[in-house]
């Protein structure tokens, strides 16, 4: 299994997530208690056996330089391959007046010079922002025995997720139409996991160049239907890439139901993170604790009632919490009342607070706040 | 290259206090605390001292261990230049022999000392669980220019009688010790660590090795030579909290202490314990489960109720089951309805729906000689509605 390359995107952030990403690309945002998003698409990799990963990024890094550091709490930093990070500098291309790529396909020829010394023939290109945990190996191996050019990683029909790329399929899942917009009922909603070969994408991106080309499923995947053999694989589990701060609290709160954390957190493909060298988490005799999730490192003398609580957060006495997530190294101070939250990391709430938000419009607290 | 202070780790001993605890893993590799093993704390006081050479003497079981320093990465200790090294006894030329004791284990390895020329070196044991700066306890020792510094804790008269006991002068200078006195001459305790300057010690190993009748053994042999040799013993004062875990009980003990966070603090940045941890998800705690003054970490999923217990990492609590006053190992699984009460379930044991570990010591009011902690091995089964009582110790599945 090593003849995968791994190309992670992971410069795209998107305005509806607020303050998550104030400080932040969409692919560093805290997730389920201990991890940031890139750490699946990562360990996806890195469990599949793949150990050379390259990261696009663009701007507002500097969270996610911190949280890879050299690769190794994913067992990347080597001599030969291993992880490489790709921040714009690299970019030799003529649009450096803009922030950020307009698509995937323009991130590409950015890294054209990292693209030709891949030692691999095959290429895993997937966005970081995803939250899924993808059996690549597999994939691998039925893009093999398939034969097809493409192979694009889809959800079930069944599983109702809107916005973003849908193929409807033929036989042996073959893709016969790429759509790019509207939820369409047998249509298959595609989640930006395609595994080609390096010759191929390197023939796409000079072709696509030559046209403009900006999005690798408009430019690419639709432009070329009919003319490339593109298969999907079907992806049962869950999934997801949040695109406000609603669904982002949505998504996170998913994590309460049993199913979901055992595929999310597959024992036999565990998701890596950066290492905290934190000690247990203390539950006091005064807590009450009830259908939550927990990191280590924190102090519990409050109560928690369908929260998601990062490594190093302490909830004093007489606090009451319900369906809220408390990131990193969060204080909630005595008396402290909060529902439908998010408190960034650092978030210090101060003693008898009352907030409440609404699962439709849950409260961000940005980043180090004190309330 | 030279290093000024070089440690030389004790992780050779059988442990054999801790019974089945330790039939198939050295002593150092005990789970502790929740998150880390005893070999966990030497080491972290180490790398946090700014020691970045240490010498690990393993001989008995010591493959988990091996395994678990690795390069020695956890505890920053993966250097260029000095770093964690294992030292197993070896055949030299001809000769080689087991480590026939501590101090005997030291003498095998002075070329590995003399590697790094120091001029100190710092003796630890792998069954200690502190947190201390060994560079204060070096600065004591290089201003009062002793041949050995010995670290001593104040204990009760009583502990004394069951501790290496130090008499010393108005400047604390050692001059008299007693293992184990049955009137102890003074309160003072050896906390089991040694800083020596390496020319002393160097002299007084050769000589000891060259005594047949010696056990070969730092506190019994080597100090009581030094001493009689008009060397400069002395104490240096520790006020933390230290722990000596050579048994079942100690052991149990300990881990109780982690739960409240005054006696030593495990999460404090200033001074972290580092650990080699498994990769496991955040812990669930269920719609019907109550925790209480307790440690849960990584990959536990708690229904039942769990109190005054230390969970370490992927432990199963199911719905029903009931954990008191206990330390509950990695991957144990304690299932519906079983009751654990005052009990050690070492890792991956299986306590079966129904079963009984322990009991708790108000059942013995009248013979409270015949209570203990209760012990299930690694990797033991305990069948539906099984009892284990209190003060017993299974290695072999109950079914």
Redesign the interface.
């Known amino acids: 299994m090593k003849n995968m390359h791994g190309i992670l995107f992971a410069y795209s952030s998107n305005v509806r997530l607020k303050e998550l990403t104030e400080h932040r690309t969409a692919s560093s945002m805290p997730f389920g208690s201990r991890y940031r998003v890139i750490d699946f698409m990562l360990s996806n990799m890195v469990n599949a056996g793949i150990t050379d990963i390259g990261v696009i990024m663009r701007e507002n890094y500097q969270s996610l330089l911190d949280h890879l550091g050299s690769g190794k709490d994913w067992d990347l930093a080597r001599k030969r391959g291993g992880l490489r990070l790709l921040p714009p500098f690299a970019y030799a291309g003529t649009r450096r007046e803009l922030s950020t790529y307009r698509g995937n396909l323009e991130a590409l020829y950015a890294i054209t010079s990292y693209m030709e010394h891949i030692r691999q023939e095959y290429i895993v290109l997937a966005d970081g922002d995803l939250i899924v945990n993808l059996p690549l190996e597999e994939i691998f191996e039925s893009h093999i025995e398939s034969g097809a050019d493409i192979t694009c990683v889809c959800l079930g029909h069944e599983s109702g997720v809107e916005g973003g790329t849908y193929l409807r399929l033929g036989l042996q899942n073959r893709v016969r139409e790429v759509l790019l917009s509207g939820l369409d009922e047998k249509a298959y909603p595609c989640i930006g996991v395609y595994i080609l070969s390096k010759k191929l994408l390197e023939k796409l991106l000079a072709d696509s160049a030559k046209h403009n080309g900006v999005i690798f499923t408009r430019d690419v995947l639709q432009r070329m239907q009919g003319q490339l053999n593109m298969t999907a694989y079907i992806h049962k589990g869950f999934s997801t890439r949040p695109q406000s701060v609603a669904d982002y609290f949505k998504q996170t709160m998913a994590l309460l139901k049993p199913d979901v954390r055992k595929d999310l957190f597959n024992r036999k493909r565990p998701i890596k993170t950066k290492l905290r060298d934190e000690a247990s988490t203390y539950y006091a005799p005064e807590s009450h604790v009830k259908r939550s999730v927990v990191a280590d490192g924190c102090i519990i003398k409050g109560e928690l009632e369908d929260c998601i609580v990062f490594r190093g957060v302490t909830v004093e006495k007489g606090a009451k919490l319900s369906n809220c997530i408390l990131m990193q190294d969060t204080v909630i101070r005595e008396d402290v009342d909060l529902s439908f939250a998010i408190t960034d990391k650092e978030v210090e709430v101060t003693k008898g607070r009352i907030l409440k938000g609404h699962e439709s419009y849950p409260i961000a607290i940005s980043k180090g706040s004190v309330v | 290259m030279k290093k000024e202070c070089v440690a030389m780790l004790l992780a050779g001993g059988q442990g054999s206090r801790l019974y089945v605890l330790t039939a198939h893993v050295a002593k150092p590799a005990i789970p502790f605390?929740?998150?880390f093993r005893l070999i966990d704390f030497p080491l972290s006081n180490c790398a946090n001292s700014g020691i970045d050479t240490v010498g690990v003497l393993t001989q008995y079981q010591p493959h988990e261990l091996n395994a678990y320093i690795g390069s020695g990465?956890?505890w920053d200790l993966d250097r260029l230049d000095g770093g964690v090294h294992i030292l197993p006894p070896y055949i030299k030329g001809k000769e080689g022999t087991w480590y026939k004791g501590s101090a005997n284990a030291v003498y095998q390895n002075m070329a590995f000392i003399e590697e790094y020329s120091p001029e100190y070196v710092l003796v630890l044991g792998g069954d200690h669980i502190y947190k201390m700066d060994y560079a204060k306890m070096l600065e004591q020792h290089k201003k009062t220019q002793a041949g050995c510094t010995i670290p001593v804790i104040e204990v009760s008269q009583d502990e004394a009688t069951r501790m290496g006991i130090m008499t010393v002068d108005e400047n604390d200078v050692i001059v008299d010790f007693e293992e184990k006195p049955a009137h102890p001459k003074s309160t003072l305790a050896s906390m089991g660590i040694y800083v020596f300057t390496w020319e002393k010690l160097k002299k007084y190993l050769i000589e000891d090795e060259a005594n047949p009748k010696s056990k070969n053994d730092f506190g019994a042999n080597i100090m009581t030579s030094m001493l009689k040799g008009g060397e400069k013993m002395a104490a240096y004062r520790f006020s933390g909290y230290w722990r000596d875990v050579g048994t079942i009980e100690s052991l149990w003990e300990a881990n109780m202490d982690m739960?409240s966070?005054e006696k030593i603090d495990?999460?404090s940045p200033a001074w972290?314990?580092?650990?080699k941890?498994p990769?496991?998800?955040?812990?669930?705690?269920?719609?019907n489960?109550t925790?209480?003054?307790?440690?849960?970490?990584?990959g536990c999923e708690v229904y039942g109720g769990?109190f005054n217990s230390?969970?370490f990492n992927d432990v199963t609590v199911e719905q029903g089951a009931y954990v008191e006053y206990s330390i509950v190992m990695p991957g144990a699984v304690i299932e519906r309805g079983a009751m654990v009460k005052y009990a050690i379930i070492a890792e991956n044991a299986v306590i079966k729906s129904g079963a009984k570990v322990g009991a708790p010591p108000e059942v013995f009011t009248k013979n409270p000689d015949e209570w203990g902690v209760a012990v299930v091995a690694s990797g033991v089964t305990i069948g539906p509605g099984k009892v284990v009582g209190a003060r017993e110790m299974t290695d072999d599945d109950l079914l």
Do not use: C, F, M
């Open positions: 605390g929740g998150k990465q956890p739960l966070g495990l999460s972290r314990i580092y650990a941890t990769t496991s998800p955040p812990h669930y705690i269920g719609d489960a925790v209480s003054h307790s440690l849960v970490t990584e769990v230390v969970l």
